[in-house]
């Protein structure tokens, strides 16, 4: 009939979109490399780059390889009208290795979760740039996009995750009657991806010279570029408009009722993230440095990380927030930044170049906890739905709810930090007796890109570059 | 009704382009602040990155509090059947805002007149690069975009405005019973932009050095990086194509009539302009250094901003342009370019670093009026209809009309600019005498990296770089 | 009626579609401007930018003069209902010179073919960078987008090339019985480009100082800036899922059949291509360095140009591979790489500052071959149906079929050596008559920029530059 076959263009139409936007999400890659390289010293913006480049490459094998199904690789059982249902396991996923039965018709969604999957690899790289081998390096890209990454994944998104809020009532209640609620991320993506560069960063320990070594009070480390970081932190903000909407999935519902308002929301809680974020955090470093320093700094680093960091806290929520929700959000990111920045450097001694467990870490949960407290009853409906016994779910907790999405969710930070850590710091251990993790302090001195990947960034500007990197100490 | 329900699929689909292509104009951003950075020297580049990175925000926040609701919000008058219409000021908008009350089947048109909004914004801080505090710059961009942009715009494209070629008979009568048609916004965003910058530097001065202090004459100050340039040149180019043509709002229309071919259009209006434009003034350029130094440069900035030039005279009509018409366009803006950019230098003594005046400023006025001579009158039809009295609307007077069009549309430029200066020039003189426009001699001497935001974009080159740039001088 | 007009929708979708994967190709124009500029030394790096923006342009007007004629502008004839078919002739198109007579419902593919052709432009100007006069390249720009790779194309992708799998029976037997299967381009596109850039850096000759003049023996000339080539290898990668999956041209068929499957696999294909390229060529790379000079050596450039190669691999049968198939190809690919580069530089001793002719060139023509080994039965089907007398089109030998597209894309890579070689050696030859094609040894010492582009990309660090340009030789 006319209706069965223009009902089959929506998954079409939806495939397009999805794949659009999953070419916006990946040119994040070189957003975080740019950003990354900008951050970082001369000497060692090569590694940086062959690390960026290549945790796409690495991220890719491993997702194909191992990631995909053990994130959506659902066993799958049919009735004899060859209507399907999951009947997966609630911890992981056990087919679908090599993409072996995946159908074409999933192939847009295999791709939109792999530069999901090499997001959080990048933001791990970030963290401990400068003083980690490379081979350390590919393993952990491989480790983190085949298994870390893509265990949470399926936890929380899943038809058969224990943790997820669309869980089929077949195969087990929800979790404390709710579900977790991480739409788009924050938590899965961003605070795992932040809190296993805490991990990397601790186990391997500070750059030399980062903190001064009779006072172990921090030294400054200028990054070398600052337009690099601008073309990072424009191309990450891009990156965001559609790692937010194009979680969605879908422009049109399959069963032909609009959904673009869901999206263009995701949309525009982003843009309310990023500008009010980076203006807060902005604000707070030009108070933070007249009063430390007695001159004002309008800092560019505050801008693009405090921005990002804003847009953290409201990523997971970005389709269930009014925009007045998502402005208080980026503010709420933007005032975390720099006590936490500071806070991590100082009092923890963490050297994170980037600040990357700093964005995306803490950011990352206090996005996971922004859902439980400001997310709209009509709209958590509007996306998701009505329980499967038709009862409503729950919502936030300051827009009327009780608290049960908010105790869920902290349930979730805890499960995030749980495993991270506990998946990632034996790893980096690990690496590290084995003599794989760190650079010598002669390759280290010398620069990773000297001393590994053939020379400068830069030939001819490395004695210019070297006087200042040497003198600076 | 099934025809009921895939038409509803209509404005989905719409809306995915429309936000595709908004995040396309985004980048232009990005293209902005590298055109910039790269035209300006190393001392002035984290100064021209961290107001590239901040007018995204400062804008966003101000069209979001302000500007929509001045170009946007219409109060709306609906009847027993829930059929709305604007009832709406001729002047301005007076409701949503904050968004209050904007529906999510609006928020992908926010986004999308959110980062036209920011290109104003960005085109002026070219203008006015390597000489204003920081504070001033903060101001103008909120200005912009919260009052000046919008209240232009409201004039121009809405159903109330009192210039509109598409306002309703019930509100008031078309002026010069055309309207002015400016489509895309040659006059509303480009012109406005480029004559807001000739305020701001006229009212601001040129930089230290720019005029010889006893002769007067231009002395050259050669921007640090022809590659960041490339970078903001190819990004700007890609993002008109979406400029353009998304700024038809729709592939499909809500009738169901085919509306691809209107947005194709403007697309390869846009690659008419830009082609022609820049090897014309490429030419150009090249005759005239052969002419004045004997010695025939084949030169980058003639490339870039000749090409854009082009662009910007085709972009009003490029929905009604037929390719040839475009390419007349490009050659004619290319043409204007040199001859502009020097009278703006030699004899208005302007110091504009990327000639923003010459390309947004002149060109967007040429663009406007270069849709008065060059429009068709099917495709006006295609793209406008008739005109609610079924009669036919008129078109570009080179091909059959009589000059209605002409004389709307000069009207226009005229409106633009004494808006425009009647705000700005005023707006930045009050800045100038609060002392918080101009960096001091010092400040300026040192660079506003140094001396605003924290130090050198380059820590290790600031000696090369700081040698040639006193030397030069 | 309502199937009628629901209908009509499809090719506004598709064109949505088609216009959106073509800015994603433009942006390779960055990628191959930053790759190559950061592949040369900074006396060139403004040369590089201004022929890759040029480019642009020169290909824009040749493609619209005659190019799009030549390719597609095929002479139809219709019937009495106005349904119209092509009576093109086997070797070029004949109108529609200037677009004259091009319907807008063309318009989105004129654009994406436009944005192939200038891709073939650019290859070229890597192989031929910082020895080439500027008028060489307008010229060879121009010559190739009008000329060259317009006759090719229209071979093989039109109703009526003599090469063509979808010839019209009306217009002829298929080559073979078959045609040649060249979907994406790895020949008509890449092949081309890379046997003319070789064609071009044989005729022009090395650099001074690539080969030490006594020895023969090839000397190194560092590129200058890794983090450019960073930039344009992920531009490039981010280009390539649209160039492949773009080419699909459809995301829903005119007859209302699925077809975002088909595209989406194009992504999956580069993405595997991409990946496991990558890594194959850096271990290759690794295995090298550490057997030659005693040091491993984890190489950007491998990363970058190996992956490349092997997405290359994969281009012309993206649509119809299986994922596995397409990590074959990319292996092939990164292997092929360095005994390809180390032949081209040692023993043809020709100077390819960035391996263009063995990334484009060889990748190219493997890909071609590729496809008629690996390319599935059924997915061959999906993409071109069956044959016109209802008989099964050839598919790949290793998946069941015999050699007859292997035979036919066999024919394909010789003629496409054969055309271009035929077309590009005379041309570059009379040029070099001429006394147009190289750079005075002068002017190459100085470099283009001081000597043709009014000075140097980097004022301020000529001096740093230079030494190193100078000592380095």
Sequence with gaps: SIQDETFGWIPNINAAFVLTDG??????????????????????????????????????????????????GDKQECDADAVCSSVGNPFIGTEQFAMAGTPSTSFHTFYFQYVFAISTATIVSGAIAERIQFIAYAFYAFFICAWVYPVLSHWCWTASGFASPTRLASLGPLLLGSGVYDTVGSGAVHMMGGVAGLAGAWVAGPRLGRFNPTTGKPQPIHGHNAVYYTIGYLLLALGFFCFNSGTMAQIIAVDGTSFSGVVARCTISTTMGLCFGGITSVLVYLAYSKYTTGHAVWDLFSAGNGSLMGTIVITSGCATFAPWASAVGGIVGGLMYLPSSLFTLHVMKIDDPVDAFVVHGVGGAAGVIFYALFAEKDLVTELYGLLPDGSQRHWGCFMGDNGTVLAANLIWVLLIAGWTLGMMVPFFYILKLAGLLRLSPQDEEDGPDASHHGGSAYPGLEDAYGDYESSAK
């Design 23 to 72: 070419y916006f999400v990946f040119i994040m890659q070189l957003g975080f490399a740019m950003l990354t390289a900008g951050s970082v010293r001369a000497k060692s913006a090569k590694s940086v780059c062959i690390k960026n480049v290549m945790d796409v490459m690495f991220g890719g094998v491993a997702y194909y390889l191992l990631g995909w199904a053990f994130a959506y």
